[in-house]
């Protein structure tokens, strides 16, 4: 005898932040596994990553009480994907309100009684930054970061993270952290700055590529699914790092171009080279008052390398990654059919 009972239909699960790039994959492969999905995005954002999705939107930012409560409430899962990433901003004042403050209002709505009654999981969207690395050594989970001579960037995120965990070991909020490295792949609808890179190789418009730098990488949607995967089996109070390998800036290009059927750039810009112009960026950005990409900053973010161990995810979430080099060829190649349409559009 079999039982046909109904099966209860799954919680709701809220994705704040679900018009930016991690958010807006985490938010497609939850409507492909039909879940019950919130998305919370700021009136007037870009929403294209998600227009074809059928969800249910709720329009406001960090700051609006009243409507993070009505999103949240009765929701399972909540994963958090706001972040301000603009490490190169003069004024480092925008990056501590968004990334520390806005972050602790969500989750003082988060352990509110009428919110946390039904929250299973409040998945954090960190970064690998927040992890203590040296060169010469495997960094993991347990390694912490020492504050000092961080860019404000980066202190700005490590704050964060302390504070969502702080929440986790004080207040009972089942958060996991999930510090995702640099993320490569397609739908980068917000062109975000490595996926400029990528851009910039298929479309076989860069210049030069700058040696010496090298980064932990992971496709987007891995990413996404990494945190999927923690709603369900991450233990809360830990953090976990998502990253596939690390790979050269050099090769990313390389692999791009190849993907696109375009030459790769040959000249290279030797690092003594690109501390020059770093440090001219950041001359211009003291006599002019304006944010310069290229500073000795936002250089020492991308030199700041060694290579992290993700095997914490792999083992206890189950989760198993793509090698990069796909995810950069599917970029490169979202870029050129991009790049297409809009000929075909035009013509």
């Given at each position: ?312 995810a792999k083992r206890e979430l189950g989760w198993q990654p793509r090698p990069v080099e796909e995810s950069i060829r599917d970029a490169a190649q979202f870029w050129v059919g991009l790049r297409g349409a809009k000929k075909a559009r035009t013509s």
């Open positions: 005898m079999t039982d046909s009972s109904p099966v209860a239909p799954l919680a709701p699960v809220l994705v704040i932040g679900a018009n930016g790039y991690l958010g807006s994959h985490v938010t497609r492969q939850l409507v492909s596994e039909g879940r019950d999905v919130r998305v919370m995005v700021r009136k007037g954002a870009n929403t294209i990553g998600i227009d074809d999705l059928e969800v249910t939107r709720y329009l406001g930012d960090i700051w609006d009480d009243d409507v993070l409560r009505e999103a949240m409430t009765g929701c399972e899962v909540v994963y958090y994907c706001v972040v301000d990433t603009r490490g190169w901003l003069r004024d480092p004042a925008p990056l501590f309100r968004t990334n520390v403050e806005g972050t602790r209002n969500v989750l003082d709505i988060a352990v509110e009684p009428e919110v946390a009654t039904g929250l299973k999981k409040f998945v954090f969207t960190s970064s690998y930054v927040t992890v203590g690395r040296q060169r010469g050594r495997v960094a993991t989970e347990a390694d912490v970061i020492v504050d000092r001579g961080l860019t404000p960037y980066v202190r700005s995120r490590v704050q964060a993270e302390n504070l969502v965990l702080q929440y986790a070991r004080d207040r009972g909020l089942p958060a996991v952290a999930m510090c995702v490295s640099t993320t490569y792949g397609g739908r980068d609808w917000g062109r975000t700055p490595h996926g400029a890179i990528i851009a910039g190789a298929a479309f076989g418009k860069l210049p030069f590529v700058m040696s010496g730098i090298e980064l932990e990488a992971v496709g987007i949607e891995d990413a996404a699914r990494a945190l999927i995967l923690a709603a369900e089996k991450g233990r809360a109070g830990e953090r976990y790092l998502i990253s596939e390998r690390m790979i050269s800036n050099a090769e990313v290009v390389r692999i791009a171009a190849e993907a696109a059927g375009v030459p790769a750039p040959t000249k290279k810009i030797p690092l003594a080279l690109s501390y020059a112009m770093a440090g001219l960026g950041s001359a211009k950005a003291r006599l002019t008052g304006t944010d310069e990409r290229l500073s000795l900053g936002s250089l020492r973010l991308m030199r700041a390398e060694a290579p992290v161990d993700c095997e914490k």
